[in-house]
């Protein structure tokens, strides 16, 4: 099963890598590192955070897997730790090198369920989200880096505090997050971007077959577009992880457009996921997924205070019908928002996420499905969060 797959992965855009020089405008500032004397290996970034949340959502709600043990649901409140993350980074010379220690269970697609430290992110199958060296020639646009390397697919970030809510969208859920292989970045003017090859789905199978790559212009300091793709250049087997084969093989395409006005920043973003129809993996009919949403997040002046923001639009087909589905359940279609007054001073913040989201079809094959169990088509979850970002 691949429910919660994001959860168990990790997430899509990494803003804490140097892959590319983007910024990502959110409602919140992310950690602000800190330079120490690395001694011979010479100055060293270090950074990260913690969070936590209590949280409030439809009672009786059914989900993937049980967070508190027999019930058979996730509980109607409770509390986690959310997300944990340490980064160090040597950003100068040529020979670089950034190696991330994080636990990313807490950042949750809407309608999913809530995760935690311990029970979900990239921890669940090792202590390294990234570990990659870069060599960087003098003066030069390309840089090359191989390791454990982050994904460059779409706009939401890995950790709950780098994105405008705690509830990321679908297109975030069916991204890839990071994997082993080699990046050539580069950086010519306004145009930048990154293309990699690694082992895609899952990021350890060590099937290496998988290509992304993202390119960025930068209009002026507040327009820029940014396009992406990943897929899969050969077929993966279904026995590396059976029920799961549609995104090993699958194709993606996508766009998104940052825009800032003042202290409004907004982000439309589109995607699309496609596999074909292939007996050797068993996927009987073609299967796809889109998403198409906006974030925004919106400053109030030079006060602690902010607010985030997303609306999104998913639809999905799945093959057949034991499969794994893409997004809340075979062809779920929907609509979603999400709301998030945040307040942080310097390395401490707290915010309110709101989320809400409706499935316009909730039937496949003329069999109703229940992903939100009593609460039939719909679900609203809460949770109110604090953290420390250093």
């Known amino acids: 099963m691949i429910t919660m797959r994001r959860q168990l992965m990790g997430l899509g855009f990494i803003a804490a890598s140097s892959l590319l020089a983007l910024h990502s405008a959110n409602a919140m500032n ?17 950074s990260g955070g913690i969070d936590g949340y209590a949280y409030y959502q439809d009672p009786n709600t059914t989900h993937a897997y049980d967070i508190k043990p027999g019930a058979g649901y996730f509980s109607e409140d409770g509390a986690n730790i959310a997300n944990l993350q340490l980064d160090i980074q040597k950003t100068s010379g040529i020979i670089q090198f950034n190696i991330e220690a994080a636990d990313t269970g807490g950042t949750t697609a809407l309608g999913t369920n809530l995760g935690r430290i311990g029970l979900g992110g990239n921890t669940r199958y090792k202590p390294l989200y990234l570990a990659y060296v870069t060599i960087a020639p003098p003066n030069s646009p390309i840089t090359i880096s191989g390791g454990v390397i982050g994904s460059v697919e ?6 709950d505090w780098g994105n405008p809510t705690q509830f990321t969208s679908d297109a975030w859920y069916v991204e890839n997050s990071s994997s082993q292989g080699v990046a050539l970045n580069y950086t010519f003017g306004p145009v930048s971007g990154s293309v990699e090859f690694g082992d895609g789905f899952p990021n350890d199978d060590g099937v ?7 390119a960025n212009y930068t209009i ?11 897929g899969a250049v050969g077929t993966t ?11 090993k093989n699958s194709q993606m395409i996508g766009a998104f457009y940052s825009y800032t006005m003042g202290n409004l920043n907004l982000v439309p973003e589109v995607q699309f996921v496609y596999a074909k129809a292939d007996a050797k993996i068993f996927l009987d009919k073609p299967t796809w997924n889109l998403a198409a949403l906006v974030l925004a997040d919106y400053s109030f ?8 923001a997303m609306a999104e639009y998913f639809a999905s087909h799945t093959s057949y019908y034991d499969a794994s589905n893409w997004y809340l359940a075979p062809d779920a279609d929907g609509v979603g928002i999400t709301a998030a007054p945040t307040w942080q001073y310097k390395d401490l913040f707290a915010r309110a996420n709101f989320g809400f989201v409706y499935l316009t079809n909730d039937t496949f094959d003329g069999v109703k499905q229940t992903p939100f169990g009593d609460y039939g088509r719909s679900e609203f979850q809460s949770t109110l969060e604090a953290g420390l970002l250093f």
């Not at 279904?238 to 995104?247: A, K, L, S």
């Open 30 to 46: 992310g950690p602000t590192s800190i330079t120490v004397d690395g001694g011979p290996v010479g100055s060293l970034s270090i």
């Open 154 to 159: 779409g706009y939401e970030g890995t950790f």
């Open 208 to 214: 290496f077959n998988f290509v992304q790559a993202i």
């Open 220 to 230: 002026n300091p507040t327009n820029v577009l940014s396009v992406f793709y990943g």
């Open 237 to 247: 087997s279904v026995y590396h992880d059976p029920g799961n084969q549609f995104y």
């Open 301 to 308: 002046g030079t006060s602690p205070y902010s607010i985030g």
